[in-house]
């Protein structure tokens, strides 16, 4: 078999790897008054911590940060234009609540930010879901719900009124809590598939050496979610001496990277087949497994320059979503991110 071939072997019924991943779709805010240099209002949406959608109010416009976002909505043009209307009644509500928390705390000008933190956490293995919501005041917490009471907490006197406000509300509270325990998740849910669709190449597995008395990279790029393994191994055995883990890092296009070096020093010459590089994706049927080999190596120089000869066990599992699913949710943008209207009523 010759190293420049890339060899792909699928081997069912061979255990794999599954492992159960906490998703979380999350909304940020920022507003701010009298504070240099700082942009008025600042907002966007998260997908397991990766930023899909950004408006501020220097712009006035809801963009998309991901290329797979513009893919969902294609077929609304309508979608971006509603979701940036709602975008500028939260830039508005935000700045209505900072002249309400000056007033709360009896100031009456300076440099003020309010914060907002909402959304939910998803165990795509139990089902079961988590809801955040907390409201922050020049960096101090001010206002947040506690999940498991389903009552809003203020630690700080100048919020008893609104927090005895809010829990009076009981009927409203259960409501909302159960409209957004079935929505948050849903909403996550679709945009995780979405992103599966673009993803569903098997990531990209190489072995990557600068000069020949340097250690050897072994670089797994194109995968998602950011949550994977990459190591290395002995006669299977996981590695930990000579080894050096690099972090998660994202590209450009949404995807993830990450990379583990391998000392060649405690490699004896003939001992290279008996080592191999391991790449894991948390929540998905699939091992990768590269050979230290030689002739797979790519070095700055261009010589030995090979494919990867990989042996990957298992496969990824997409489940495709109709797009019309996408656009039934836009009530949900506001039960996410009209946090401090929520407080008025």
């Known amino acids: 078999m010759e190293a420049g071939h890339v060899v792909v072997l699928f081997l069912l019924g061979i255990s794999s790897f599954v492992a159960p991943v906490r998703h979380s779709l999350k909304y940020l ?5 009298e ?5 008025e209002f600042v907002a966007a949406y998260e997908v397991d911590g990766v930023q899909i959608i950004h408006y501020d109010s220097n712009t006035t416009r809801a963009v998309p940060t991901q290329d797979w ?11 971006w234009k509603k ?4 975008m500028k009644r939260n830039q508005q509500d935000s700045k ?5 928390m000056k007033w709360l705390f009896n100031q009456t000008g300076g440099p003020h930010i309010g914060q907002v933190t909402a959304g939910c956490e998803w165990d795509d293995e139990t089902g079961e879901v988590n809801r955040f919501d907390k409201y922050s005041y020049d960096r101090e917490d001010f206002l947040w719900l506690d999940p498991k009471t389903n009552t809003w907490i203020c630690p700080r006197l100048q919020g008893v009124f609104t927090k005895r406000k809010l829990n009076h509300k009981k009927a409203q509270l259960t409501r909302h809590k159960a409209d957004f325990l079935r929505d948050c998740p849903d909403l996550l849910k679709i945009f995780l598939n979405y992103r599966k669709l673009i993803s569903e190449e098997i990531p990209s597995v190489s072995l990557l050496q ?3 008395s340097s250690p050897v990279t072994c670089r797994a790029t194109g995968f998602y979610p950011h949550r994977a393994e ?31 070096d391998l000392d060649l020093f405690l490699v004896e010459e003939d001992d290279w087949w008996r080592y191999s590089c391991v790449f894991r994706l948390a929540g998905a049927q699939q091992e990768i497994v590269t050979k230290l080999d030689k002739r797979a190596i790519l070095t700055d120089n261009g010589d030995g320059i090979g494919r990867i000869i990989a042996i990957v066990i298992g496969v990824f599992v997409v489940l495709p979503l109709k797009v019309g699913c996408v656009f039934g949710r836009y009530y949900l943008w506001n039960a996410i991110c009209r946090g401090y209207r929520r407080t008025d009523g």
């Open 230 to 260: 990459l190591f290395w191994t002995k006669d299977g055995k996981e590695l930990n001496e000579g080894v050096v883990k690099g972090e998660i890092l994202p590209n450009q296009d949404g995807t993830f990277q990450m990379s583990a």
């Open 83 to 86: 979701l940036t209307e709602t």
């Open 96 to 100: 209505e609540s900072l002249e309400i």
């Open 35 to 39: 504070v240099p240099n700082l942009t």
């Open 69 to 79: 976002m513009i893919d969902i909505v294609d077929n609304d043009p309508k979608f």
């Open 29 to 33: 805010s920022k507003s701010s008054t």
């Open 210 to 212: 600068k000069t020949p």
